[in-house]
């Protein structure tokens, strides 16, 4: 009788063996399936004892993430490539430009003509220069190498300073840019370098879409700090405000060939990196961008003064 058992035990854990070997083979069978090809499929199994659907399980769960990692990565690429092309676009065009003039110095003899056509060299250049250093300040940011050194700030003083450098530009462009500053001291904790890029993205932004009406404003509201910029537009209609922080976006091209579209997103982002942020909004034919930053109390040693 002790020995019926013992042959019965044995047979059985046999056939266990036999079925656990089989199914091992089986697993094996289908990641092999899987590395050869590009499958939704999951690892599926006739048996879970013994381990072999835990085993499953993790496969499977290791299976997705690395799914989820190749989308993204495949997603990223894509993206790249459409940033490229994108890029090349944005380059060239004032490139072309810069070319025709220097084709045009070149075959002209009059002295004003060449002033001319060397001041229009100048003005593309600086244009291109600005581009280039919003697309290096984009991949700063986008790689994480953009470092944020938050310190306590006199906004006022930033906002004014700022403004200031701006003054014969609106003066060449006919702008009688409208202010409302408080004599209050309104402080925050930013990096100035960071928060001044923002104001001068701002301004950018009016002076290129705008039409020649600007306003801007600076507020303590509760224990928030709130700049203003507004603009005046001739085709509000085409201003979508859900997406003017879209990477790339331009509401005009034809005003925007010197622009990479970059602007507002990059003022946006830099703005969370600040724990603060950027809205847009229409009142009728102004376009308004409103930053909000953490207001601190001011009259402490220790604030920034030069940025």
């Given at each position: 009788m002790l020995t019926i058992i013992l042959i019965t035990g044995i047979v059985i854990l046999a056939?266990?063996?036999?079925?656990?070997?089989?199914?091992?083979?089986?697993?094996c069978r289908q990641i092999a399936f899987l590395r050869e090809h590009d499958s939704n499929m999951l690892i599926t199994?006739?048996?879970?004892?013994?381990?072999?659907?835990?085993?499953?399980?993790?496969?499977?769960?290791?299976?997705?993430?690395?799914?989820?990692?190749?989308?993204?990565?495949?997603?990223?690429?894509?993206?790249?490539?459409?940033?490229?092309?994108?890029l090349s676009h944005d380059i060239r065009t004032p490139l072309t430009s810069l070319d025709g003039y220097f084709q045009l110095l070149r075959e002209t003899r009059d002295p004003e003509e060449q002033e001319r056509y060397i001041r229009i060299i100048q003005e593309r250049i600086g244009s291109l220069k600005?581009?280039?250093?919003?697309?290096?300040?984009?991949?700063?940011?986008?790689?994480?190498?953009?470092?944020i050194e938050r310190t306590a700030c006199r906004l006022n003083r930033i906002l004014k300073e700022t403004l200031f450098s701006y003054y014969e530009e609106w003066l060449a462009l006919g702008i009688r840019p409208e202010f409302s500053i408080p004599e209050e001291e309104i402080c925050v904790e930013a990096d100035p370098r960071a928060l001044r890029r923002v104001i001068q993205n701002l301004i950018k932004n009016g002076m290129d879409h705008g039409e020649k009406k600007i306003r801007i404003a600076l507020k303590r509201q509760?224990?928030?700090?709130?700049?203003?910029?507004?603009?005046?537009?001739?085709?509000?209609?085409?201003?979508?405000?859900?997406?003017?922080?879209?990477?790339?976006?331009?509401?005009?091209?034809?005003?925007?060939?010197?622009?990479?579209?970059?602007?507002?997103?990059?003022?946006?982002?830099?703005?969370?990196?600040m724990?603060?942020?950027?809205?847009?909004?229409?009142?009728?034919?102004?376009?308004?961008?409103?930053?909000?930053?953490?207001?601190?109390?001011?009259?402490?040693?220790?604030?920034?003064?030069?940025v």
């Open positions: 056939v266990v063996l036999w079925k656990y070997q089989r199914q091992m083979k089986d697993i199994t006739q048996i879970r004892a013994g381990g072999v659907g835990e085993l499953a399980e993790e496969l499977n769960e290791l299976l997705l993430e690395m799914k989820s990692e190749h989308r993204e990565y495949m997603e990223k690429e894509g993206e790249i490539a459409r940033i490229y092309t994108d600005e581009m280039l250093e919003e697309l290096f300040t984009y991949t700063k940011l986008q790689g994480g190498r953009y470092e509760g224990d928030r700090a709130v700049m203003t910029f507004a603009n005046q537009v001739s085709c509000p209609d085409k201003i979508d405000t859900e997406h003017v922080f879209d990477r790339f976006y331009k509401a005009d091209e034809a005003r925007s060939r010197t622009s990479t579209g970059l602007g507002l997103s990059i003022a946006r982002e830099l703005a969370r990196r724990e603060g942020d950027i809205a847009a909004r229409m009142e009728e034919d102004w376009f308004v961008a409103e930053v909000q930053l953490a207001a601190l109390p001011c009259g402490a040693k220790g604030y920034t003064e030069d």
